[in-house]
């Protein structure tokens, strides 16, 4: 079974600033990853999926990349409303597993 | 419009078989680009991916809960069931399901839950 990691655990940045989170798996899954954001209360929301690529009405300051072990998720000029927990999701190997998630703070 | 929507019991004792049920709407169960998932989230914890039904009924299911859990779905009836049984406290978390787009790309598919239902929470207390 794949493990996926998360870092940081929490990452403290302004409004406007640039945020840059990392996603590790324990042994390659290609291009096979999905992010999500998670705000309070809310349902999760599919940022990206196949590593790179936006899913619909997603902001192009959402970026994704990476492939095998390696991924980043960068949000360049962080708005209010991108404050939440962010996840990964591997799907190259089944079942698929989550990271343990990236608070992003102000 | 697409929509999932949760549905089940608030409180199950210990022991216990719960059953939850998701109704989608806006897309078939029978469409062979998407799938249904269900996910938890204990309160204040990560998400949990449980299980997973395709359109041609094929499942995947976690491994840590493979033998207490039962995905099916009735395409007739626009829904997916999963039956978690031996409840217990650490049981206690929102039940999400979402459907699972699957996207074919260069001899592979990629997948991401891009529709995801409201969730309902489920505690177990005796």
């Known amino acids: 079974e794949i493990v996926v990691t998360q870092s940081p655990a929490t990452l403290s940045v302004s409004p406007g600033e640039r945020a840059t989170l990392s996603c590790r798996a324990s042994?390659?899954?290609?291009?096979?990853l999905a992010w999500y954001q998670q705000k309070p209360g809310q349902a999760p929301r599919l940022l990206i999926y196949?590593?790179?690529t936006r899913a619909t009405d997603i902001p192009a300051r959402f970026s994704g990349s990476g492939s095998g072990t390696e991924f980043t998720l960068t949000i360049s000029s962080l708005q209010s409303g991108d404050f939440a927990v962010y996840y990964c999701?591997?799907?190259?190997?089944?079942?698929?597993?989550f990271g343990q998630g990236t608070r992003l703070e102000n | 419009q697409v929509t999932l929507k949760e549905s089940g019991p608030v409180l199950v004792k210990p022991t216990e078989t719960l059953t939850l049920t998701c109704t989608v709407s806006?897309?078939?169960?029978?469409?062979?680009?998407?799938?249904v998932a269900w996910i938890r989230q204990p309160p204040g914890k990560a998400l949990e991916w449980l299980a997973h039904?395709?359109?041609?009924?094929?499942?995947s299911y976690t491994t840590s809960l493979r033998r207490r859990l039962t995905i099916s779905k009735d395409t007739s009836k626009s829904q997916v069931v999963l039956i978690v049984t031996n409840m217990d406290p650490v049981d206690t978390a929102t039940y999400y399901c979402?459907?699972?787009?699957?996207?074919?790309?260069?001899?592979?598919?990629?997948?991401?839950?891009?529709?995801w239902g409201q969730g309902t929470t489920v505690t177990v207390s005796s």
């Open positions: 979402a459907r699972t787009k699957i996207v074919p790309a260069a001899g592979t598919y990629y997948y991401g839950m891009d529709v």
């Open positions: 806006g897309f078939s169960l029978g469409n062979v680009r998407m799938g």
């Open positions: 039904i395709f359109s041609n009924d094929e499942k």
């Open positions: 042994q390659s899954v290609g291009s096979n």
């Open positions: 196949g590593a790179s």
């Open positions: 999701q591997q799907f190259n190997k089944w079942p698929p597993a």
